[in-house]
């Protein structure tokens, strides 16, 4: 989920026990030892909350600061009504393919930037309650309108007003409290995924070398619900585009679900095709990707899912990618996600359960830092609806939820009495 913030990178802070050292005097006698503190009673240990006897380092910052970069770069350009110059950006992005160290295309983040305030205006409208003919809901959309009729030969430009269009159309598709129950709110929906596919289909031609023209192109699809092959076909093309980003291997999983264009049949071709195509980049990882968010809203996927070929994806996606971004979003999906859905189906909790053990060789191995955003994204289940009013609430959340998760993956030691610390040299277990 693309989540705006002005806010660059915080410093790392990293939370470590200090080991004194003592210089005795040469001349003197040695003095007698000082007794050993005493270890906490049992009882304490017991009672005693795991995750204080967890010390790892926290990025503390709100966001990744290439992405809020990019953002903000977008967002500036747009303010500033410097249209060609927002557009030579995004196509400068896009034909370099360049993304930040987490896997975000530069071009998507400047875009999602320039549209942010039009789309943020809109939501706003909507929590807010106000009446669908509020020139609040329309306003920005109008001048938008106008920048296209401005640029009319610019793809990018065009792309961008589509993309708005989409981004509020979902805006209508999840409203606010007030407007859960407005029957016109898909038919509002469905007029703004409407008017992006007719803004975008004179560029389809044009976008068979562009993953971000490609990328608005399949965004339309979560609009309009079309054959599995297209669909397949349509993000096939896209990741053949753009291989590295993982995203569009997981939007392809979730689209060939049932209640969506596809069939847990097609489901599986896909991902074994994905895993062929992309083998030279993620091994396996192919597979893992398209079944990654799938298994964790549909039960039936996640009981059909090949857990060996599942974990195999698993492991050469960290052997392709090991950054604290990708260990942070592998371990929170496993302790996290995975485990919301166990006890509901039976025959998809087996799976569950196997695939969640991977989080103890992921903590255990691969784990330094700790990112607050990604572990409360998990617990949302990667909702790109997701509302959230605080980001900062939002982290602080996923804050305390990650150190319970990965306490827990130290229990038998805590609960031996051992305080455990990340460090970049490995584990440290101590007494506590």
Same mark, same amino acid.
């Given at each position: ?5 002005r ?10 026990? &200090? ?63 410097? *249209? ?37 205006a ?17 306003r ?5 309108e ?7 030969n610019?793809p ?57 023209? &490609? ?66 980049? *993620? ?23 090949d ?40 025959q ?22 700790l ?47 051992q ?5 970049? &040299? ?7």
């Amino acid at each position: 989920m693309l989540t705006p913030s002005r806010q660059a990178r915080d410093l790392l802070s990293r939370i470590s026990g &200090k080991v004194s050292s003592r210089i005795r005097p040469a001349a003197r006698p040695e003095p007698a030892p000082s007794p050993a503190p005493s270890p906490a009673p049992a009882e304490e240990l017991l009672t005693r909350p795991l995750e204080d006897s967890l010390s790892i380092p926290v990025c503390s910052s709100e966001d990744d600061p290439d992405s809020t970069g990019a953002q903000n770069r977008g967002q500036f350009l747009a303010r500033q009504e410097r *249209w060609e110059d927002l557009s030579r950006q995004i196509r400068e992005a896009d034909e370099a393919r360049t993304a930040t160290r987490c896997g975000l295309p530069v071009a998507d983040l400047i875009a999602y930037g320039a549209r942010a305030d039009v789309v943020n205006a809109t939501e706003h409208a909507l929590a807010e309650e106000e009446d669908a003919s509020s020139r609040s809901l329309i306003r920005g959309l109008m001048a938008f309108e106008a920048l296209r009729a401005e640029h009319r030969n610019d793809p990018y430009l065009t792309a961008l007003v589509a993309l708005a269009h989409i981004d509020i159309g979902w805006a209508w598709r999840t409203p606010g409290k007030g407007q859960a129950a407005d029957p016109s709110s898909r038919h509002r929906c469905a007029a703004h995924f409407d008017r992006a596919a007719a803004l975008l289909q004179p560029l389809a031609d044009g976008s068979c070398n562009s993953p971000f023209l &490609k990328g608005a192109q399949c965004s339309l699809l979560a609009g309009h619900n079309g054959e599995a092959l297209q669909v397949a076909d349509e993000f096939s093309a896209l990741i053949d585009l753009a291989p590295n980003n993982h995203r569009h291997m997981r939007t392809l999983g979730t689209h060939m679900l049932p209640r969506w264009s596809g069939s847990y049949a097609a489901l599986e071709l896909e991902a074994r095709r994905t895993a062929s195509r992309t083998e030279g980049i *993620w091994g396996a990882g192919g597979y893992t990707w398209v079944y990654f968010d799938a298994i964790t809203i549909d039960d039936q996927a996640c009981a059909r899912v090949d857990t060996r070929f599942f974990l195999d994806g698993l492991r050469d996606i960290v052997a392709a990618n090991p950054s604290q971004d990708m260990i942070n979003l592998l371990a929170a999906y496993c302790t996290v996600t995975l485990r919301k859905g166990l006890g509901q189906n039976l025959q998809a909790d087996v799976p569950r359960l196997k695939i969640a053990e991977a989080a103890d060789w992921l903590i255990r191995d691969h784990l330094k830092e700790l990112h607050p955003l990604v572990w409360a994204h998990a617990a949302e289940g990667f909702d790109n609806s997701a509302r959230i009013t605080s980001l900062s609430r939002f982290a602080a959340r996923g804050h305390a939820g990650a150190l319970q998760a990965i306490a827990g993956q130290f229990r038998e030691e805590i609960e031996g009495g051992q305080k455990v610390a990340f460090t970049e &040299k490995g584990l440290q277990f101590s007494p506590a």
